[in-house]
């Protein structure tokens, strides 16, 4: 066991370009997850590693407290084919650790230091 939590699944980027993948990544600190200020404990990112071409996610890589349950809904995209644009319309709930992988999907396209709490 860690501390941080360490939980990845899928490709990591190094793995996705040897495989010919054109890729796309987004990390995000934890500093930026609303739970992770309200704790006190910014230890940690997200990475997140997609296909530019089909915006599938490919792999996610969490070094964060909670990091083993915030993996779980990155290992249902990836198995089930799920795009980047279709989780920035899932529902994460606020003031959770598990709203950083939201943050990190948006990160792909926003920088989210600059968005309200609530934002999507």
Do not use: W
């Not at 996705?16 to 796309?24: D, H, I, T």
């Not at 230890?43 to 996610?57: H, N, Q, W």
């Amino acid at each position: 066991f860690t501390d941080p939590q360490i939980a990845s699944a899928g490709l990591t980027e190094a793995q996705a370009r040897e495989r010919g993948y054109e890729v796309k990544v987004s990390t995000l600190e934890m500093k930026h997850v609303p739970r992770a200020l309200a704790a006190r404990d910014t230890r940690g990112l997200i990475k997140l590693v997609a296909d530019a071409s089909t915006d599938r996610l490919l792999g996610a890589h969490i070094l964060a407290p909670e990091a083993g349950e915030m993996i779980q809904t990155a290992v249902m995209a990836i198995k089930f084919g799920i795009t980047v644009s279709e989780m920035r319309s899932m529902m994460f709930p606020y003031l959770t650790n598990a709203e950083g992988l939201k943050l990190a999907v948006l990160a792909f396209d926003k920088d989210v230091a600059m968005l309200s709490c609530c934002a999507g």
